[in-house]
């Protein structure tokens, strides 16, 4: 309960979009990273690609700026 | 819900995302290895010669002896040949060629604009399609494979392209090599297969013994 309760405490702390989207970025490729290397040293193959990772991250990208476009239009 | 919630969000879904496709890509290339790694221990065998080693297949073959002069089409029937006369003598048909039909489901040997004989076929689905064009017979066949992971295996293979990986076999059978029923009963009507032909016993059997290497294959 006490760790739920700092995650969400985490989670609802005001940020800057740019300091979001970084955390984001970090979330997502430092994921893919570990989920590479484990791959790697499991399978003996590579599992999970470099140009794997760089569309994952692109397509991540244009979704987060498509909610941010969103947002700015609902605001307005 | 929050904006930072919801980057976080798309985050995790993106790496669930990423981690399945990439399972799936692994697992499509297991299947594929193993199928080279079929082709690498084929047995190339020089044309004509038959055998047959285990009873079951044997009973299969005494069914498919079954023919006669009327050209007429059997009933779909794995164990049996597609037609009701005897199959071509391909020496008298030097320019013959195999004619794959995906959306009839069906494999004709053809002589020119002539068909010689139309057997029953089960392509490859749609998640994975039989692919089309013009390909010749290669040098890799043999008598039985299983593929552990599809779980499924079959008799009389033939390649026709990629050596090893696109075939002309039996209906499928499970690794003791009996046919699976279920599976065979879709032939003729169904495209079920993972991208080879499927066909009858007696035919796949016949294309094993008769059809010489660099023969044409035509997919449409």
Redesign the interface.
């Known amino acids: 309960m006490k760790y739920i309760k700092m995650l969400q405490a985490w ?3 005001t ?1 800057h ?1 740019k300091a ?2 970084l ?3 970090g ?2 490729v430092g ?2 990273l570990l ?1 590479k290397i484990v ?1 790697r040293l499991v ?1 003996g193959t590579t ?2 690609g470099f140009g ?2 760089i569309k ?1 991250l692109l ?2 990208m244009v ?2 700026f498509v ?1 941010r476009f969103a ?1 700015i239009k609902l605001k307005k | 819900m ?7 969000g ?3 879904l ?2 669930l995302s ?2 399945g ?2 399972v799936h890509a ?1 697992q499509k290339q297991v299947v594929r290895q193993e199928k080279v790694e079929l082709q690498k221990t084929a047995v190339k065998k020089s044309l004509p010669k038959s055998t047959s080693k285990d009873d079951k297949l044997a009973a299969d073959e005494a069914n498919a002896t079954t023919t006669s002069k009327d050209s007429k089409m059997n009933p779909i029937d794995w164990k049996k040949p597609s037609e009701k006369k005897d199959y071509p003598d391909l020496t008298k048909y030097p320019n013959a060629y195999l004619k794959v039909s995906i959306s009839k489901q069906r494999v004709y040997v053809m002589n020119g604009n002539k068909v010689l004989y139309t057997m029953y076929a089960s392509t490859g689905s749609k998640d994975s399609p039989t692919p089309t064009g013009t390909f010749q017979i290669q040098a890799e066949r043999g008598e039985f494979f299983y593929n552990a992971s599809s779980k499924e295996g079959a008799k009389y293979w033939v390649s026709f392209k990629d050596h090893g990986i696109y075939l002309f076999h039996t209906v499928p059978t499970d690794k003791n090599g009996n046919f699976i029923e279920e599976e065979a009963n879709q032939l003729g009507k169904e495209a079920k297969s993972h991208g080879c032909v499927r066909l009858a016993v007696p035919d796949a059997k016949w294309i094993y013994d008769k059809v010489p290497e660099g023969m044409k294959v035509e997919i449409h």
């Open positions: 989670l609802l702390k940020r979009f979001e989207v955390w984001g970025v979330i997502l994921a893919l989920i791959g399978l599992f999970l794997t990772i994952a397509l991540y979704i987060i909610i947002e | 929050k904006r930072f919630e919801l980057i976080v798309v985050a995790i993106m790496i990423t981690f496709l990439s692994y």
